[in-house]
């Protein structure tokens, strides 16, 4: 029997794929974005998608009949309070409500573990006010705590990607965080067999034209004969003029004055480094603008597939709907390389712990 998993805010799927690269059977899945949740369901379709917004269910009853028969529960809740610099950080702050749901629910179906992760500042705001909060609510309930701040890179990520990661174990010691892998994977590792598209090519579905070059290329593409989801947004010819004045391993340090913009992003206008790993994918990567996401040679920002290869996913996992839906999907996801380092860690705990009677 597969340990049993529920994910809330599930968004596409990251952290539910990592789960069940590590054996667990994932059972359900929360998301209130439609298009989103339909991406989730194209990927997951062992697992039932409750399409609604948390605060508007009725937890007894979507939930109810889980309780006691999971083995751990996943997400990450938004908790929009940690912004404000200056202000107290407390659970009780309205931006962070989401968060009582996830707990509401961890309370009602009494999970052996749940994994909950989030920005870093989870972890540090207000000299760690919030995050004693946190540990007082969950030990109130009998779980111990294991947490730490991950960043993605150090566990085949080829991103600088900071999460927080609280792993919660009830009845027992709660099993330490993943430890760090020692090799790094680059940009051109990730992504230099796709097709060297310009602006505004590419189809949703094609073949590949060139062989795996890397390892990790060649584990992102097992099992998939198909590429989907390669197609560069069509740039303006502005963009375009700008984008072909700055050579690899440079950036808007080298336009003329009159195509500086006002963008408040940093990596604006600035290439991906090839041998570098890449800054945090958002959901904007498609516009030069937004930050470091323009190809490391070619004229263009990145595709949809290429992000994905950045943030982990494999090539098998298709992402539905239209552009703006997709780049959430990608930008706001946790890698599946190191949910499944999280995983890994909690299955090994499941393993080594004795039944009770």
């Not at 174990?169 to 590792?189: F, H």
Request: charged share 25%; aromatic share 10%; glycine share 8%.
């Amino acid at each position: 029997m597969k340990p049993k998993v529920i994910d809330l805010f599930a968004g596409v799927g990251g952290l539910s794929l990592g789960f069940e690269q590590q054996g667990f059977d994932v059972v359900l899945a929360n998301e209130y974005d439609p298009s989103i949740a339909a991406a989730y369901m194209e990927n997951h379709k062992g697992a039932k998608m409750i399409v609604g917004d948390i605060t508007s269910l009725d937890l007894q009853k979507t939930f109810g009949a889980y309780a006691e028969k999971i083995d751990v529960i996943i997400g990450g809740p938004p908790c929009q309070g940690f912004s404000q610099k200056g202000q107290r950080k407390t659970i009780h702050d309205e931006r962070n409500f989401l968060f009582k749901y996830y707990v509401a629910v961890v309370k009602l179906v009494k999970p052996h573990y749940f994994v909950m992760e989030n920005v870093p500042n989870l972890l540090t705001a207000e000299n760690g006010f919030f995050l004693h909060e946190i540990e007082e609510l969950f030990n109130k309930m009998g779980y111990s705590l294991q947490y730490d701040i991950l960043n993605a890179s150090d566990y085949g990520v080829p991103q600088n990607r900071r999460r927080a990661v609280i792993i919660g174990k009830s009845g027992g010691d709660a099993p330490s965080l993943p430890v760090a892998q020692d090799k790094t994977v680059t940009i051109w590792d990730a992504i230099s067999d796709l097709a060297y598209l310009e602006s505004g090519e590419g189809s949703v579905k094609q073949v590949y034209r060139t062989p795996p070059k890397s390892e990790y290329q060649r584990l992102l593409r097992k099992d998939s004969e198909i590429l989907y989801n390669h197609v560069v947004t069509k740039h303006s010819p502005l963009a375009l003029e700008r984008l072909s004045m700055i050579p690899p391993n440079a950036g808007k340090e080298v336009l003329p004055e009159e195509h500086l913009t006002k963008s408040i992003y940093s990596g604006t206008w600035t290439r991906m480094k090839k041998d570098e790993i890449s800054v945090t994918i958002t959901t904007r990567f498609d516009t030069p603008s937004s930050g470091k996401f323009t190809h490391p040679f070619l004229d263009r920002a990145i595709t949809v597939r290429e992000a994905a290869r950045i943030q982990s996913f494999p090539d098998s996992f298709r992402f539905v709907g239209n552009k703006g839906s997709q780049m959430k999907q990608v930008g706001n996801a946790v890698p599946p390389l190191l949910a499944s380092a999280i995983a890994e860690v909690i299955m090994k705990d499941i393993k080594e712990t004795p039944k009770h009677e």
